[in-house]
């Protein structure tokens, strides 16, 4: 499995993890854990950790996880959604990709280099402006 999904009791964040070669599928089993944590824990708040993920995915695959898996699985729009960049050029362009689809869909997400400034920003804290891919 190349994810995991967790959520801390204390921040009230689910995190997943996405590791080494990423497919489409990866991405979706990954999101629909981490959407059966935010119903079982009653959180809107999601990390998504890419950093050490090559993604091997098509724009259609991230396009479909917004517009059609987060509202599938009633995902609410009021959730945050962190994504911490990964190294490469490709993947900050998947990601932001990613994130544009999101936001012209109105879900709320932030790219971040930094755990604690995305920590910091699920909770409502966050000061500084969020990275750019």
């Given at each position: 499995?190349?994810?995991?999904?967790?959520?801390?009791?204390?921040?009230?964040?689910?995190?997943?993890?996405?590791?080494?070669?990423?497919?489409g599928a990866?991405l979706?089993?990954?999101?629909?854990?981490?959407?059966a944590?935010?119903?079982?824990?009653?959180?809107?708040?999601?990390?998504i950790?890419?950093?050490e993920?090559?993604?091997?995915?098509a724009?259609?695959?991230?396009?479909?996880?917004?517009?059609?898996?987060f509202?599938?699985?009633?995902?609410?729009?009021?959730?945050?959604?962190?994504?911490?960049?990964?190294?490469?050029?490709?993947?900050?362009?998947?990601?932001?990709?990613?994130?544009?689809?999101?936001?012209?869909?109105?879900?709320?997400?932030?790219l971040?280099?930094?755990?604690?400034?995305?920590?910091?920003?699920?909770?409502?804290?966050?000061?500084?402006?969020?990275?750019?891919a």
């Open positions: 499995m190349a994810w995991s999904a967790d959520y801390d009791d204390a921040s009230r964040i689910i995190t997943v993890t996405y590791r080494g070669a990423t497919v990866d979706r089993a990954g999101s629909s854990a981490a959407i944590l935010s119903k079982t824990h009653g959180s809107s708040r999601y990390l950790n890419v950093t993920a090559t993604l091997s995915v724009a259609i695959e991230l396009f479909n996880l917004p517009v059609k898996q509202l599938a699985e009633h995902v609410d729009r009021a959730s945050r959604l962190a994504v911490l960049l990964p190294a490469t050029a490709k993947e900050r362009d998947l990601v932001a990709f990613f994130e544009t689809v999101c936001l012209n869909y109105g879900w709320l997400v932030q971040f280099e930094d755990r604690g400034e995305a920590h910091r920003w699920l909770r409502g804290e966050a000061a500084t402006p969020p990275a750019t």
